[in-house]
Nanobody
Framework: QVQLAESGGGSVQSGGSMRLSCRASGYNYKRFCMGWFRQVPGQGREGVATLDGQGSAKYADSVKGRFTISHDNAANTLSLQMNDLKPTDSAVYYC??????????????????????WGQGTQVAVAS
């Protein structure tokens, strides 16, 4: 059973930086697609960044150049480095994972309902 646990959320001023971590267990990272999603009240989960087992990353247009996704294979930890944060980045951030069958990570990286495993979420608040 894959288990995911996020940490690192909190409050920051606009323009600041924050790093989220997701400790994972019960998976083979080479065969999984892992990602970060975010959600604000009243809206669906929005894909932010994904990473497949071969190290190929994809980013939402809204975060390109500001966010970086990475995976520490030894520590089984997925991270999201967020720089130049904006108030519009405020949301609950979720770590997610899915088996990368049929190239799902490549073709549908941000389709939330494809992801089988989710963390509990961590709040990020960016003040203007």
């Amino acid at each position: 059973q894959v288990q995911l646990a996020e940490s690192g959320g909190g409050s920051v001023q606009s323009g600041g930086s924050m790093r989220l971590s997701c400790r994972a267990s019960g998976y083979n990272y080479k065969r999984f697609c892992m990602g970060w999603f975010r959600q604000v009240p009243g809206q669906g989960r929005e894909g932010v960044a994904t990473l497949d087992g071969q190290g190929s990353a994809k980013y939402a247009d809204s975060v390109k150049g500001r966010f970086t996704i990475s995976h520490d294979n030894a520590a089984n930890t997925l991270s999201l480095q967020m720089n130049d944060l904006k108030p519009t980045d405020s949301a609950v951030y979720y770590c997610a994972a899915m088996k990368n069958d049929a190239g799902l990570c490549r073709f549908y990286p941000f389709r939330a309902n494809s992801y089988e495993y989710w963390g509990q979420g961590t709040q990020v608040a960016v003040a203007s």
